[in-house]
Structures are given as structure tokens and as C-alpha cells.
T-cell receptor, first 113, second 112 residues
Framework: SQKIEQNSEALNIQEGKTATLTCNYTNYSPAYLQWYRQDPGRGPVFLLL?????KEKRKERLKVTFDTTLKQSLFHITASQPADSATYLC????????????FGTGTKLQVIP | NAGVTQTPKFQVLKTGQSMTLQCAQD?????MYWYRQDPGMGLRLIYY???????DKGEVPNGYNVSRLNKREFSLRLESAAPSQTSVYFCASITGNREGYTFGSGTRLTVV
């Protein structure tokens, strides 16, 4: 069965450093991958989408990579700030449209001042 | 621009009671979705509506029904609530030229 793995343990990082979160998947050939941010008590907020034919995508301090051979996406936040503290979710979608998106369980990031 | 609005924000039900969760979006999105989020399980799709007038089952539809009332509104109904339906419910929407869902702020439901 399809499986998406995100590190369930919280990631603690010092302010100013680069945070790197991992999303691994098995038994899946996604056409695209999304990353979302979720704050406590709130709904997820969309951050970035990367397609299977793209290696890397950037948006301000965010960078996402997508390696379909390793079946892995890395999500980087450079110059991290305490305001970046949140849970980050990855979601994989196939060519069947957005109704086929499967979400990971998320990794909690804590940026320490 | 409010985005996706969900009501109520919190609800406690007794086993066997029924209720309807409301969702409305003001972004003219075609597709709307209901997810539930449980600890350690991730977001799981209950039902979706790809366009006005259509609805389809997702991964975990048992015990739920939906109505796409119009393009703006998509409601989720629990006919006979069970403790296993204790969860946080999120409504989301998207349209063709967008890359990610817009989510509501969620409804925290407890069934006792």
C-alpha cells in the first residue's frame, strides 16, 4: 500500500540555521508533491508545489527538492526564525487530479531563539 | 476575502446524535473536500465534490454523507455519531489554476 513517511519526532533548530525536513514515500509514483504549514488549532496553509519533472523549487527562504529515484522530497527553510515554528505536512498527488492527494502525518519544527 | 469558513468550531455530541458540519468558500473554487485529522494518522479524505452537482467517496466515507448545496457550500452530515468519529474535521477547496488547497480552520468534534 502507499506509504508516506515524515519524521514523527520534532525537529529543534537554532534560529538562523537551515531547517531540513524529509518526506519519503513508497509504493507511489506521484505526479507532484505539495508542502503545507500547520499551526496549532488551525488548518494547513499551502506553501509550495513541485512536479515530478522538477528537481528543485524555491520561494523566498523556502526550497523544495524532489528526487523520484530516491522517492524523497526535502524541504529547507534557510535563516530560520522562531515564527517558522509549526508542523509541516507533505502531500503527494497523482495525475488523477487533486482528489487523489495523500497527506503525510507531518513533522513539528521548533526554532529556538 | 474570508476564504473557507467552517461552522461550528467546536461540538460535543452524544453517541447516536446527528449533526451537520457547514463549509462555505468565497473564492469561486470548483472543487471542495472534507478531511478528518487524527493524531498519527495524517489528513484522510472523507468525501469530495469535484464540481457543483457531483460528490464522490474518499478514503474513509463510512458514517458520513455530504451535500454540495451550490458552488459555495459543501456540508458534511453525521447521521448517528460514534466515538470513532471524534476528530478534527477540515474543509478545503481548490480550482484548476491553483497549486494547493485552501483549508478552513477546522471543526473539533468530540463524540461521547
Amino acid at each position: 500500500s502507499q506509504k508516506i513517511e515524515q519524521n514523527s519526532e520534532a525537529l529543534n533548530i537554532q534560529e538562523g540555521k537551515t531547517a531540513t525536513l524529509t518526506c519519503n514515500y513508497t509504493n507511489y509514483s506521484p505526479a507532484y508533491l505539495q508542502w503545507y504549514r500547520q499551526d496549532p488549532g488551525r488548518g494547513p496553509v499551502f506553501l509550495l508545489l513541485i512536479r515530478e519533472n522538477e528537481k528543485e523549487k524555491r520561494k523566498e527562504r523556502l526550497k523544495v527538492t524532489f528526487d523520484t529515484t530516491l522517492k524523497q522530497s526535502l524541504f529547507h527553510i534557510t535563516a530560520s526564525q522562531p515564527a517558522d515554528s509549526a508542523t509541516y505536512l507533505c502531500a503527494l498527488g497523482n495525475s488523477g487530479g487533486y482528489q487523489k492527494v495523500t497527506f503525510g502525518t507531518g513533522t513539528k519544527l521548533q526554532v529556538i531563539p | 476575502n474570508a476564504g473557507v469558513t467552517q461552522t461550528p468550531k467546536f461540538q460535543v455530541l452524544k453517541t447516536g446524535q446527528s449533526m451537520t458540519l457547514q463549509c462555505a468558500q468565497d473564492m469561486n473554487h470548483n472543487s471542495m473536500y472534507w478531511y478528518r485529522q487524527d493524531p498519527g494518522m495524517g489528513l484522510r479524505l472523507i468525501y469530495y465534490s469535484a464540481s457543483e452537482g457531483t460528490t464522490d467517496k474518499g478514503e474513509v466515507p463510512n458514517g458520513y454523507n455530504v451535500s454540495r448545496l451550490n458552488k459555495r457550500e459543501f456540508s458534511l452530515r453525521l447521521e448517528s455519531a460514534a466515538p470513532s468519529q471524534t476528530s478534527v474535521y477540515f474543509c478545503a477547496s481548490i480550482t484548476g489554476n491553483r497549486e494547493g488547497y485552501t483549508f478552513g480552520s477546522g471543526t473539533r468534534l468530540t463524540v461521547v
